[in-house]
Every structure is written in structure tokens, then in C-alpha cells.
């Protein structure tokens, strides 16, 4: 399907944060958009105010008339979260709709363009919002296809008048071997996403195919550590491009970038945690490919206000600090447990963890426990199944058992606020990935006023 010829797209599963990106884009170009969720969110309700018509009632009777005949112009995407026998999926299917993923999309709207894609199971977010956003305060310029909403722009999409686009490259149901960049980036390859791969080797396996589908003269910027050949990068002396004197200046991460012919000194980061300094890392190797100014870069990312709900400072009083964060793989938290002991090392650290997914809480459930040990205090939520069906044995209590600190309670999502406002925790962290950022809210105003 060319992309001149689409007139008009439906999105079955509309909410998520890469579908909403692409309705946006299609949206700005002048194409009918419409779509379905289940849920209405913040998110949802933007785009309705954006002009998108959006159902949440999954039958065929609420779809809108223009979709309810197949046309040579018409694109249909969807979301592998949605059900197979979702009743508005089952129509296109019976219609003969083009049907496409969210990946091939982008692999549609990305071929012919100048391509930059950020791979990686954690850390290609904040990585790929760097990128977008230092190409864009320098006034180089992109598109972009972030799965986060940018502080600076208020969005997960952003439209450049040039040939070059951002995007995140997803490897969940290896979504990103529909991509053909000019550079990319891999930030981490640690196991996930079992359920679809099976084990480690096989998700490897999919990183090296995509690493192999970079474009002829393209290059590579992978963290230091990972089996894919590129161009190192990292916090490491032996890494090709890396950051080196770093040290916390004003609650903000400063840095050294030497790449053995660039030097740039005094690189100011807000966003905390060695995993960020090496975020940037990528996000300058990047830049400088392009061609970009040395002076240009770090003016830019000292204006980088980081990514809605990546360490996300909600609270901070003399009293009380309040941090929301997206982390659910136990590297995450790993890395963003270090990141608030850094900034606040004196502090009781109470953390507020929603686990995501049954089969990520059963395969990491050891790796899971050992983190959240290192925590002061742990507030555990119960499992946001997503697209999933319980597991037997699988729960929060069991999670909850293999914690080793005696300072721990299990808890629902509507009885957390309560327990916030009976103990006023003087560092809080609410981590996960599901609907815990329904609370940043309710706990945000108990813990300012306390």
C-alpha cells in the first residue's frame, strides 16, 4: 500500500501510546481517522479533542459509516493486544480490509525516508525522544514516532518538514524487522518477552536481524557489552564513543562526551542514573553523524526536559519527594532505583510496584524480588494482566513471599492513596507499566500538602 493513496485509516486498539502516534501523523496529513479502544484515557481524550473519532464499544454497529465497506484506499491498523475475537477486528477481517500492524506501518511510512530507528527492551524510549529532540532544538529537524509523550512537545509524535523520521523500533512479536534504517541503535538486550520468543537466544537471534537490515553505508550504535558488531558506546574508558567524568551538579547528571576526535565538556542532563548519561551518549553519537555542531548539541540537551512518566519528578518539598516511573523489567528498576539513591542516598526509600504481565512476574520473578529488596519499604500492587489470562500460582503474593525486607505489604490499586496518606513516605517511587499512573495524581496532592 503506497502511503500517497490512503484516505482514510481506522485504528482497532487506538489508545496505545504507537498507535496514538500514528493516528496523530495520519490525522496532520489530512486522512479520516477513527478508531477504537476499550478504555477511555487521557490519552484517548486528547485525540478526541484532536478531531479523531474514537468508539469504546466493540461492536459493528459502532463503526463509522465511511469504514463500513471495503475501498482501495482504506488501511486498517491494529494492535496485537487486541483480542482475536474482537467484534470490530472480525469485521474488517469479514470485509476484506487491508490490515496491517502497527510496524508495518511504520515501515511504510519510513521507507524512502532517512531512517533512524532506537532498539532496545529498555532505555529506546528516552533514547529516541534524546534523538528526536536534538535534532529538532537544533533546528536540523524530524519526524518521529515516540512511545512516550515528550515533555518539551507534549506528544508522542513529531512532524519535521525534511526526509528524515525517528522512530522506536519495537521487538515484542519482532515488530521492528519491518524497518530498513539508515542508523539505529540498540540500548539493551536483556531477556523479555518470553511468552513470544521462548528464551534468550531466540530474542538475540531478532536483534541480529534487525542489526542486519541496517541500510548499506548505515551505521550502528550499540551498547557496550551486547554480541551486535557496531559502533560501542557507553560510561566505560574502553567504549568507542562514551561519557567520562560524570558527576550530580544541582541535582542534574553533568558529563564529559569523547568519541577519540570529538571532546564536548560539560554536558548538563536533567533526567538522573548512569543509564540516562549513556542514553545520551547514543542520542550525541547520533547527531554528530549527521553533521551536527558540537555547541548546538549541548545547548539542545540542556533543554531536554525527558519523557512523561521516565523518572518523573512529581513532588519535591523539603519534606517530601515524589518520583513516578515506568519501569517493569527488573533491569529497570534496577537502574532506577540507583538513580534515586544517587540523588537522595539519605532517604527511606518506599517503593509502589505494579507488576505487568503473569508471564513476566513468573519468568523474573527471582530477578524481581532481588530489587525490590533494596528498597526500604515495598507497596505491592496486583498484577496488570494486560493482554493476558492469570497463570495459576502466579500472583502478587507470591512475588510478595520471595521479598527478603521485612517492611513489605501487599495492596489494591484503590487502597493505595490511603496508605500514602496514613504514612507520608519522605521518598516515594511508584514504578510499573499498567494503570498505576491513575494514581500519580491522587498521590501527587496528598504528598504536596503533607
Do not use: W
Not at 562526551?257 to 543509564?275: Q, T
Not at 517493569?328 to 532505583?337: D, I, K
Request: glycine share 8%; net charge negative; aromatic share 8%.
Amino acid at each position: 500500500m503506497e502511503l500517497s493513496k490512503i484516505n482514510r485509516v481506522y485504528f482497532v486498539g487506538i489508545g496505545g501510546i504507537g498507535m496514538s502516534a500514528l493516528a496523530r501523523y495520519f490525522a496532520k496529513r489530512g486522512v479520516v481517522v477513527c478508531g477504537y479502544d476499550k478504555t477511555r484515557t487521557n490519552l484517548t481524550i486528547a485525540l478526541e479533542r484532536e478531531g479523531i473519532l474514537i468508539t469504546y464499544l466493540d461492536e459493528e454497529s459502532a463503526i463509522s459509516v465511511c469504514f463500513h465497506e471495503n475501498h482501495d484506499d482504506t488501511l486498517v491498523v491494529y494492535t496485537p493486544a487486541i483480542p482475536k475475537d474482537s467484534k470490530i477486528l472480525q469485521h474488517f477481517k469479514n470485509k476484506g480490509f487491508s490490515l496491517k500492524k502497527r510496524s508495518e506501518v511504520l515501515g511504510i511510512i519510513s521507507e524512502g525516508m532517512y531512517c533512524i530507528a532506537v532498539a532496545g527492551t529498555h532505555g529506546k524510549t528516552t533514547t529516541s525522544s534524546m534523538i528526536a529532540h536534538l535534532l529538532t532544538d537544533t533546528g536540523f529537524g524530524c519526524t518521529a514516532f515516540l512511545g512516550g509523550i515528550t515533555t518539551n512537545y507534549d506528544s508522542n509524535v513529531l512532524f519535521g518538514k525534511n526526509n528524515v523520521v525517528v522512530v522506536e523500533a519495537d521487538e515484542y512479536d519482532r515488530s521492528f524487522l519491518t524497518l530498513h534504517p539508515d542508523v539505529a541503535v540498540i540500548t539493551a538486550m536483556d531477556a523479555d518477552h518470553l511468552d513470544i520468543y521462548g528464551d534468550e537466544s531466540q530474542l538475540h537471534e531478532s536483534f541480529q536481524l534487525f542489526a542486519e537490515q541496517l541500510k548499506t553505508e548505515g551505521k550502528i550504535f550499540v551498547k557496550d557489552g551486547l554480541p551486535i558488531h557496531g559502533i560501542s558506546y557507553s560510561a566505560n574508558a574502553g567504549s568507542a564513543i562514551r561519557a567520562t567524568a560524570i558527576r550530580v551538579e544541582n541535582g542534574n547528571f553533568v558529563f564529559d562526551f569523547e568519541d577519540g576526535r570529538n571532546v564536548i565538556k560539560g554536558l548538563c542532563l536533567c533526567m538522573p542514573g548512569r543509564h540516562n548519561v549513556e542514553n545520551a551518549v547514543a542520542a550525541i553519537g547520533v547527531a554528530l553523524s549527521l553533521g551536527i555542531h558540537q555547541k548546538s548539541i549541548k545547548a539542545a540537551l540542556a533543554t531536554f526536559k525527558g519523557v512523561k512518566r521516565r523518572f518523573e519528578t512529581q513532588v519535591k518539598t523539603p519534606s517530601h519527594i515524589y518520583i513516578d516511573d515506568y519501569a517493569h523489567h527488573p533491569e529497570e528498576l534496577r537502574a532506577c532505583f540507583d538513580a534515586v539513591r544517587q540523588l537522595y542516598p539519605e532517604r527511606k526509600l518506599t517503593v509502589a510496584f505494579q507488576p505487568h504481565l503473569f508471564t513476566r512476574t513468573r519468568d523474573f520473578a527471582k530477578e524481581f524480588a532481588a530489587v525490590l529488596s533494596t528498597a526500604d519499604e515495598v507497596l505491592l500492587l496486583d498484577i496488570y494482566p494486560a493482554r493476558e489470562l492469570p497463570i495459576e500460582g502466579v500472583d502478587s503474593q507470591m512475588l510478595l513471599d520471595l521479598i527478603s525486607i521485612k517492611e513489605k505489604k501487599r495492596c489494591r490499586l484503590d487502597t493505595l492513596a490511603d496508605l500514602i496518606k496514613q504514612n507520608k513516605p519522605e521518598l516515594l517511587l511508584t514504578v510499573g507499566a499498567g494503570d498505576i499512573d491513575t494514581m500519580v495524581e491522587p498521590l501527587k496532592n496528598i504528598l504536596a500538602h503533607a
